[in-house]
């Protein structure tokens, strides 16, 4: 009997309409367009900025799209796995809320937090459960508001983000188009280059912390892009080689869009050729968790079934991994 696989059978993503240029922020912070521009690639960003909205207003109508995609009923879905780093409250779990917002009554759900490498870490473990015989229909979600942890006042920081995400479905594989290998890691001495360092409970919210402005992101840029660099290089490499692929067979490579600098070196180590290579930072700045499914989203008319893809990923903590599959659809 042949062993159960998991393809993604549906992608879907959303951003808000709300643009955050590179010219609106040199009206907040001391910096340009052009040093913008040559150290990230980004030109503008997606912010979310209705009172009262969160994670979860970014995610649902991802979801909603995906179901009707995929010609899912919200009562078929077995599990929802959200992959995000600010959920809309400490409890309950963005997941639930989502579940809730779109009539999906028949799952369980539950959060993931792996920084930036969240939606990787997700999507293998949604795979396993589809592996598992067990479940038969699998939505992973990755999204971030990240303009809700971010110090405007900060010029090293702000520039980055921005608000979006999006969502998989995956189910059994009817033939070989399947995630067929993923390389996941993480070093918790990163911790102290990125992070946030107040409102969890080593450092509870306060009024000394909120006035001292560490509910924000805090980032060591020059030690993160380092340790980024090495890393997702090697871990692309390591992917392609375990799966005795060359650079040549890899149709697709699709980055977590945090640094056009980072990814373009990431590709660079692997032999992975610039035309191979999925970028829309310019267009949303490095959406965190929501960065690889919109990705995906994207260039869906462009992949062909059967294609070699690869993704990856870095994130704080350090978080990293690579992803190898042949796209379902």
Not at 110 to 136: M, P, Q, R, V
Not at 143 to 164: E, L, P
Not at 172 to 195: M, Q, W
Request: hydrophobic share 40%; proline share 3%.
């Amino acid at each position: 009997m042949r062993s159960v696989k998991a393809a993604i059978t549906g992608v879907s993503g959303w951003v808000p309409e709300t643009k955050l240029t590179n010219s609106d922020l040199e009206k907040l912070v001391d910096t340009n367009d052009e040093w913008i521009r040559t150290r990230t690639g980004i030109i503008e960003r997606r912010i979310l900025k209705t009172a009262g909205k969160g994670t979860s207003d970014i995610a649902t109508p991802a979801v909603k799209e995906l179901l009707q995609k995929t010609n899912t009923l919200p009562g078929e879905v077995d599990l929802l796995i959200c992959a995000t780093t600010t959920p809309d409250m400490q409890f309950p779990a963005t997941a639930n809320v989502i579940c809730d917002k779109t009539g999906i009554k028949n799952a369980f759900s539950y959060d993931l937090n792996a920084a930036c490498s969240g939606f990787l870490f997700a999507l293998t473990t949604a795979a396993k459960f589809i592996e598992s015989g067990t479940h038969k229909k699998v939505i992973v979600v990755g999204a971030d508001k990240m303009s809700s942890i971010i110090d405007y006042q900060d010029r090293a920081t702000c520039i980055i983000f921005g608000d979006g995400g999006g969502a998989v479905m995956l189910e059994p594989a009817k033939d070989e188009n399947v995630i067929i290998d993923s390389i996941l890691e993480t070093n918790g001495v990163g911790r102290k280059f990125l992070h946030q360092k107040a409102g969890g409970s080593v450092k509870p919210a306060s009024l000394e912390t909120v006035e001292a402005r560490e509910h924000y992101v805090y980032q060591e840029g020059a030690q993160v892009f380092k340790w980024a660099v090495k890393n997702l290089s090697k871990v692309v490499q390591q992917v392609v080689t375990r799966n005795q692929l060359s650079a040549k067979d890899v149709d697709w490579f699709v980055p977590h869009q945090a640094n056009l600098r980072i990814i373009n070196a990431a590709a660079d180590f692997a032999g992975i050729g610039q035309e191979k290579v999925t970028i829309n930072i310019h267009k949303y700045g490095n959406t965190t968790n929501g960065t690889i499914p919109l990705c995906l989203m994207e260039w869906e008319e462009k992949f062909k079934k059967g294609d070699n893809i690869v993704l990856a990923a870095f994130g704080g903590g350090f978080t990293w991994g690579a992803t190898y599959l042949k796209w379902a659809l």
